[in-house]
């Protein structure tokens, strides 16, 4: 028996095995699923469970990185291969439903029994919605709130179970906590001029009055110049202009920074590498009795206008929503919705981090929405980084977004 | 007929032959992507008109949309700088390096080949490394230049913007160094060695041998590596992506990071284009500078 013999039998067995596979698929629908998420998340889980319920609808997964999933996806659109279902970054979700991109959800969720929009968090919410319709819905959300070293606190005479709660109480509290001498910083967040830079800036802007609308309003001058302050004064490394969320708080985590501002996705690497005892506290606000308001991130479902089969996909969306009770205990995500409580974790630090995130989110508020939402939040970044070096005041660096936006929102 | 085919096999169609693949390659593969780009400067391009390819002409709009942006003369202003301190410092520090191994000491050209090590590291593992070195509060080169006493307080070499683009040049200097001096190298081991002989009978001193034998000797390689340093760093994008994102406040921004921000960040695809056909002139011109100053090469 020779390599030939081989081959040839290598051959027929594999096209036997693949006519096998085609037979047996014959009848099911196929839907396509793309998302970023790894083999250990949401939704390649899901997708393996929805596909052994034999329903006669058949998934197919697909993972995109994150830079590339609006990129691949427009491609995909517009050359007419778009997948059925997609996973979407909330503030670019508008961007395709204001085209006619997602498919029109308001009707089918009006019938479904297994999803209902009062169920979820009014943020994420929103950002599934354009012009009063349904696009989508929310997949998992998060949001920041500040993080504070409860050691650091007693140690420099503050109480520390009572955590700053307005904006002249952070800034007192951050100029106790910084110590040059012992490489300490009061507070730890970032400013990057990218996408991070806004999803940090914004809610301070919303609770002071402001918004993305009206980005020069009295309120967001005053939340810059907070920051400009907090930078000025060295209260916060100046490489926050350059630093992400995830490296900021990794200076909070080795105890270079006594508070910190960011999300739940820290939690974990939290608890194996800070050495001290810390807490989390809402956001603080303009001052005491203030509007609340936070950031609001993670994906959105959503399904392509083309699709061939809409009502499966529809179906596929509902199994997604079922499940979104094993979203936190079994993939240590924050489901978006608000009549889902989240499972003790049995580590109190998590727990506790975790009531205050789950009291935050009620006020989470998306990103625009808006269809042009990059160019608005590129407008908002230049101008904190612009006044956060001294090349402008805040004012005229926020008046000089406010003209940007402006033209953008047209 | 006969004479086609073994024209072919032998003869002036197998030199077409030869020519046509590579040709027909480059312009399957890079002509017809850059006429693409060009035509895409000219119209009006969103993520849903993508997959078309006739879109609506706008004729100079997007230049002149550009133009009247506030950070565009500083990017151009900032790229330039980028370009003459990064060729320049590389050349410079490449040529003396080539010149320190060419006195061909034991262990010479051992130590020429781990500097290599640098220009074969990928950009972003370079830029990830020099992050941490130029890191304000816990950086390394902060802490050299603090024990030394030439500064008092921290430079944030990433977050200043009197300093962020020198950050990402000292980085890219680091980059380029070891292949401009690899290059140097090659030219000074073709000069002749007798050039020298003779002209030390005559009584040339060493600045004198350097000034009228080696720099004329080596003008092919050095209008070479000057135009290839061009090219390469107006390509250089991994180092500012990993150290400063073109920050703050567009300080450290230029065009090629510029362009991909437009493009695929704020899906401004038809801007991006125009800055890269912006970018295409001047690799145009180094093209041609490279183009005349290797034809006339000698090789001894």
């Known amino acids: 028996m020779g390599i030939r013999n081989l081959l040839v039998m290598g051959a027929f067995a594999l096209a036997s095995v693949s006519t096998f596979a085609v037979s047996a698929k014959a009848e099911d629908v196929t839907i396509s699923v793309w998302s970023l998420d790894r083999d250990i998340q949401p939704a390649p889980t899901l997708v393996a469970d929805f596909n052994k319920l034999n329903t006669g609808i058949k998934v197919e997964y697909r993972q995109i990185q994150f830079d590339d999933v609006v990129s691949e996806a427009m491609r995909a659109y517009s050359t007419g291969q778009a997948p059925d279902i997609i996973a979407i970054d909330n503030p670019e979700h508008a961007l395709f439903a204001s085209r006619g991109a997602f498919l029109d959800l308001t009707d089918m969720i009006a019938k479904s029994s297994e999803i209902k929009t009062a169920n979820y968090f009014p943020g994420p919410l929103a950002s599934t919605m354009w012009d009063g319709k349904n696009y989508g819905v929310p997949k998992a959300t998060n949001t920041i709130a500040l993080y504070y070293n409860k050691d650091m ?16 109480e952070l800034l007192d509290a951050a100029r106790k906590l910084t110590d040059p001498g012992a490489n300490v910083y009061g507070l730890a967040f970032s400013a990057k001029g990218n996408e991070e830079g806004t999803f940090q800036f914004l809610p301070w802007a919303q609770m002071a009055g402001g918004g993305y609308e009206n980005i020069n309003s009295e309120g967001s001058i005053k939340a810059l110049d907070v920051w400009k302050t907090i930078i000025d004064e060295k209260l916060a490394s100046r490489d926050s202009l350059t630093r992400g969320q995830w490296d900021s708080t990794g200076t909070f985590n080795s105890g270079n920074a006594a508070m910190a501002i960011s999300g739940p996705w820290e939690l974990d690497r939290m608890l194996t590498e800070a050495k001290f005892d810390w807490g989390v506290a809402l956001l603080p606000v303009p001052e005491a009795g203030a509007e609340r308001s936070s ?44 009549d889902i409580a ?61 003209e940007k936006i402006k033209a953008v929102l047209g | 007929m006969k004479r086609f085919f073994s024209s072919i096999t032998d003869g002036k169609g197998f030199d077409i032959l030869l020519v046509a693949f590579p040709l027909g390659y480059l312009f399957l593969m890079s002509g017809l992507p850059l006429l693409y780009n060009v035509l895409m400067s000219f119209q009006e391009v969103d993520m849903f008109s993508l997959g078309t390819f006739w879109r609506p002409f706008v004729g100079l709009k997007n230049y002149r949309d550009l133009f009247a942006q506030p950070e565009t003369l500083p990017i151009l202003y900032n790229t330039g700088i980028f370009v003459v301190a990064s060729i320049a410092g590389q050349f410079l520090l490449g040529f003396g390096l080539a010149l320190f191994f060419w006195t061909n000491f034991p262990g010479a050209s051992w130590l020429r080949g781990l500097f290599l090590v640098s220009w074969v590291m990928p950009g972003l593992v370079v830029g990830a490394i020099w992050n941490w070195i130029l890191s304000g509060d816990f950086g390394v080169l902060n802490f050299l230049l603090r024990e030394t006493g030439i500064i008092d307080g921290n430079i944030f070499w990433r977050s200043d913007p009197d300093f962020s683009l020198w950050a990402v040049i000292i980085a890219n200097i680091w980059l380029g160094m070891a292949f401009n001096m690899i290059l140097l190298s090659v030219g000074l081991s073709a000069i002749p060695k007798d050039l020298y002989e003779a002209a030390e009978l005559d009584g040339a001193n060493a600045f004198q041998r350097f000034w009228t034998i080696t720099l004329p000797m080596m003008r092919s390689s050095i209008g070479a590596i000057i135009s290839l340093g061009l090219i390469f760093t107006l390509q250089q994008f991994d180092l500012f992506a990993a150290i400063t994102s073109g920050g703050p406040n567009n300080s450290s921004n230029v065009t090629q990071y510029w362009a991909w921000d437009l493009s695929f960040r704020q899906y401004d695809f038809a801007k991006g284009a125009t800055i890269s056909v912006i970018m295409i002139v001047f690799v145009m011109f180094a093209s041609v500078v490279y183009v005349r100053s290797t034809r006339h090469e000698v090789r001894g």
């Open chain 1, 153 to 168: 606190f007693k140690a420099k005479g503050l109480d520390p179970n009572k955590p700053p709660q307005t904006w002249d």
């Open chain 1, 295 to 338: 950031a609001m991130g993670d994906f959105n479902w959503a399904i392509f206008a083309n699709t061939q089969h809409p009502a499966e996909a529809f179906k596929v969306l509902e199994y997604f929503v079922s499940q979104d009770i094993r979203m936190f205990s079994d993939f240590g995500q924050l489901p978006a919705r608000s």
């Open chain 1, 342 to 402: 989240i499972p003790a974790t049995g580590k109190p630090l998590k727990d506790e981090a975790l009531k205050v995130f789950t009291e935050q989110l009620k006020y989470a508020k998306p990103r625009g929405p808006h269809p042009e939402w990059p160019k608005i939040s590129k407008a908002i970044q230049d101008a904190i980084q612009a006044a956060l070096t001294g090349q402008m005041s805040s004012k005229d660096a926020l008046d000089q977004a406010a």
